[in-house]
């Protein structure tokens, strides 16, 4: 039986923050991989160049229960605190949109600075270890891997959600959580791509790969960003960031046009004797907007329409009514929403209110954020909390 002061279960992004803390403050560290590397997710993200963070987060970026959760984390641990860990291991990165920050040049850069820390702070880490088993025994914490039995008043769960299962997601973390008999949000694909009903499926099918500017909104809650017409349904940032808070069965609706009155084109383009079609090219795809107008507007001739039916179609421009089918599901989604319920944690430690010394951080946590970098400031926050109490 081998015993540490912290262990750490994952070396994704949270995880390994959590090692760090701890290991400033002299804990004995020991991080357990199930992977043969470190930071498979911190690899792939931002097309390879790690979106870190973002310059704006606040709390009104994140989804949970609980809205107000996670704000003693990111408070105690911003942006620029993580800046500054970038700036001191001289990792060059950019601004992209929108306060979203990237690596010049790889997100391996990301990856190398938590090994370096991880190692100036004298933390262990163990790849290819599964974790079999997990019981509490007295004070102690007692995990049965492949590598052999350890130890450990202190356990910090970093598992991470059910999002890309090729990478070797799974629902490890949650089934902690209820085991020590904590409960567990359910949970859902988020920022994922949304998928066609039949109807629209075989009107939109044949414009794979059309892009365009849109204002995407579900109840109260609108995004301002692009979306993209794929074979199943549709995707983009927009669509992505809507996903957080689409119920299935309920419709979203798309601004096709903003910003732009559309009503004087429709009636200069009427009375020039132009399709509908002909008329929205000015503003959007062609390809689109043929198939938009006869899904939407179809059967009668421009010249014979009213200035209260052009009008109906200038309102379905700026609020098109799209119903989803349903999304394209943990393999294409980016984070899991739901999670370890934060009625059962700390909001200044991710300690477990009814289990001492058990920590969850990360996307096993009920907070999910926008696209955008926020999830992974989210994880650095979140981390450094369990650290710096574990």
């Known amino acids: 039986m081998t015993t540490k002061q912290v262990i750490v279960i994952g070396a994704g992004a949270a995880g390994l923050m959590a090692a760090i803390e701890a290991g400033k403050r002299g804990r004995s560290v020991l991080v357990m991989e199930r992977a043969e590397k470190i930071g498979k997710k911190i690899r792939i993200s931002g097309g390879g160049r790690c979106n870190f963070t973002n310059l704006h987060t606040t709390a009104a970026n994140f989804v949970s229960q609980n809205p107000h959760f996670c704000k003693s984390a990111l408070a105690g641990f911003t942006p620029r605190n993580f800046?500054?860990?970038?700036?001191?291991?001289?990792?060059?990165?950019?601004?992209?949109?929108?306060?979203?920050?990237?690596?010049?040049?790889?997100?391996?850069?990301?990856?190398?600075?938590?090994?370096?820390?991880?190692?100036?702070?004298?933390?262990?880490?163990?790849?290819?270890?599964?974790?079999?088993?997990?019981?509490?025994?007295?004070?102690?914490?007692?995990?049965e891997t492949d590598q052999g039995a350890f130890e450990s008043p202190a356990l910090v769960v970093a598992s991470g959600g059910l999002s890309i299962p090729k990478m070797g997601a799974t629902s490890f973390g949650h089934e902690i959580a209820k085991q020590f008999g904590l409960s567990v949000v359910a949970c859902r694909p988020a920022l994922v791509p949304l998928t066609w009903n039949a109807k629209d499926l075989a009107v939109y099918r044949e414009i794979t790969g059309v892009s365009l500017d849109a204002i995407v909104s579900h109840g109260n809650v609108d995004f301002h960003e692009s979306i993209l017409f794929t074979h199943r349904g549709l995707s983009g940032p927009?669509?992505?960031?809507?996903?957080?808070?689409?119920?299935?069965?309920?419709?979203?609706?798309?601004?096709?046009?903003?910003?732009?009155?559309?009503?004087?084109?429709?009636?200069?383009?009427?009375?020039?004797?132009?399709?509908l079609a002909a008329i929205l090219s000015k503003h959007l795809p062609r390809r689109f907007a043929q198939k938009w107008s006869a899904a939407n507007a179809p059967a009668k001739a421009m010249n014979h329409r009213t200035g209260k039916e052009l009008k109906s179609i200038s309102d379905d421009l700026h609020r098109w009514k799209v119903s989803p089918e349903g999304t394209e599901g943990y393999e294409k989604a980016e984070v899991t929403a739901g999670g370890v319920d934060t009625k059962e944690l700390s909001s200044k430690t991710m300690e477990s209110e009814k289990v001492p010394g058990l920590f969850f951080v990360g996307e096993a946590v009920d907070v999910t954020g926008h696209l955008g970098g926020f999830n992974f400031q989210w994880a650095w926050a979140s981390g450094f909390a369990a650290g710096n109490a574990a």
């Open 83 to 143: 800046i500054a860990l970038v700036e001191k291991h001289g990792i060059a990165y950019h601004e992209k949109k929108l306060g979203q920050l990237f690596c010049d040049k790889t997100s391996e850069d990301i990856i190398r600075l938590l090994e370096s820390e991880c190692n100036a702070a004298r933390v262990e880490i163990k790849t290819s270890c599964s974790v079999e088993n997990v019981s509490k025994n007295g004070d102690l914490f007692h995990l």
């Open 238 to 275: 927009g669509i992505l960031q809507i996903s957080n808070y689409w119920v299935p069965g309920n419709a979203i609706f798309i601004d096709l046009l903003p910003g732009v009155e559309v009503m004087d084109d429709l009636v200069e383009g009427r009375d020039s004797g132009k399709d």
